[in-house]
């Protein structure tokens, strides 16, 4: 059985940092393309940051320099370290796990960045 966990969501000041994690089972880790996405309210999930198998990372614009994804095989785990957090940051991110036609998700971890 497959099973994408999130943790490390809560809620932050502005300008604050979380760190994300999202430990996988049930896949052989090392083959997946792995990503987190957010989604708010009424809104389609987006992508946050992927890393691909290879290490190779991608980010969306508004968090480009401000969000950091890595991954770590021998535990199968994804992070995303979040800095200098906005108020627009506040939503549910999900954990994504993409190899050929196969695509897991995590039930998602809150975050709410608020003063």
């Known amino acids: 059985q497959v099973q994408l966990v999130e943790s490390g969501g809560g809620l932050v000041q502005p300008g604050g940092s979380l760190r994300l994690s999202c430990a996988a089972s049930?896949?052989?880790?090392?083959?997946?393309?792995m990503g987190w996405y957010y989604q708010t309210p009424g809104k389609q999930r987006e992508l946050v940051a992927a890393i691909t198998r290879d290490g190779a990372t991608n980010y969306a614009a508004s968090v480009k320099g401000r969000f950091t994804i890595s991954r770590d095989n021998a535990k199968n785990m994804v992070y995303l370290q979040m800095n200098s957090l906005k108020p627009e940051d506040t939503a549910v991110y999900f954990c994504?796990?993409?190899?050929?036609?196969?695509?897991?998700w995590g039930r998602g971890t809150q975050v709410t960045v608020s003063s």
């Open positions: 049930g896949i052989i880790f090392r083959f997946y393309d």
């Open positions: 994504n796990a993409v190899f050929a036609s196969q695509n897991f």
